[in-house]
């Protein structure tokens, strides 16, 4: 079998890539490098190619040459907050650019469409969120996401493209783009411990959200085209237990082993409480189900980002709507 992995040099992409490889499917990457990098690539089944989603022609010419299986589309730019200010860049790369892989595993009749949303679809105040709810997304990042899914299902009626949606939330792990400075919150405290700087907490850091690793996630998402109970489906999918940001710089700092030194900027616009329910995936993945606990997980990313080392950040250079911007990453823009 062969199958596709959009943003497979990336983080949870790579993990699902090495899953598959593992599985003896042969796997072609196709990742633009914006935010992964080519060390993630692992597997000797795995073929990478670098190009973007919104390539067109590229697309059909993969999907003509390979003949995909199955489609795993990861690639997408997660930064829900920064959203708000590059909503063209957000709209173009995570809905357009998933548009033209629809289209394609149509035309081209992919059995499995595999799509990663994000918890971002239900926005504020329904908790647990639960996937039979009203999606109500609060930010451009999360209305992207949902639009994916509704087009999946309108493929599905009107083509017959079997989709399955997971909508995973947090995730951290190896292999994480420690250099964004506007996402993952994991990483962007260890890299600023590795460089010997304050983790930096938006408001008063009582937000809490419920950390994933990545082992927790990838071999579900691999494994989910072999059973049929899941096509058509959503799955929320991540950890069952919140924490609060707060305690999260204590735990990352015990796992890189310092006293935790933390600075405090003006609150930022987001949802204040995160977490969600996951009885259907337990119920059609049970099996797959083996949780690593925040600090088990915390010290396995802990080993290696202290191998890889501190990553420079790169500042988004193409800001659309610079007003209302948080000021600390105003300053990075300007610096940059």
Known sequence: ?????????????????????????????????????????????????RG????????????????????????AYAAEGLSHFIKRFNYENNLIGSVNLINAAVNFRVKVFVFTSSIAVYGKNQLPMKEDMRPEPEDPYGISKYAVELDLKESKEMFGLNYIIFRPHNVYGERQNIGDPYRNVIGIFMNLILQGKKMSIFGDGKQTRAFTHVADVAPIIARSVQREQAWNSIFNIGADKAYSVYDLAHSVARAMGVRPEIQYLPARNEVIHAFSSHDRVRDVFADLIHSVDLEEGLQRMARWVRLVGARKGKAFKNIEVPVNMPDSWRKLTVSS
């Open 52 to 75: 973007s989603v919104n390539d067109v022609n590229l697309i059909d010419e993969l999907f003509r040459q390979y003949e995909f299986e199955h489609v795993f589309h990861l690639a």
């Open 1 to 49: 079998m062969s199958s596709l992995v959009t943003g497979g040099a990336g983080f949870i992409g790579s993990h699902v890539a090495e899953e598959l490889s593992k599985l003896g499917e042969d796997v072609v990457v196709l990742d633009d490098l914006s935010g992964g990098f080519t060390e993630n690539i692992v597997g000797n089944r795995v073929k990478f190619v």
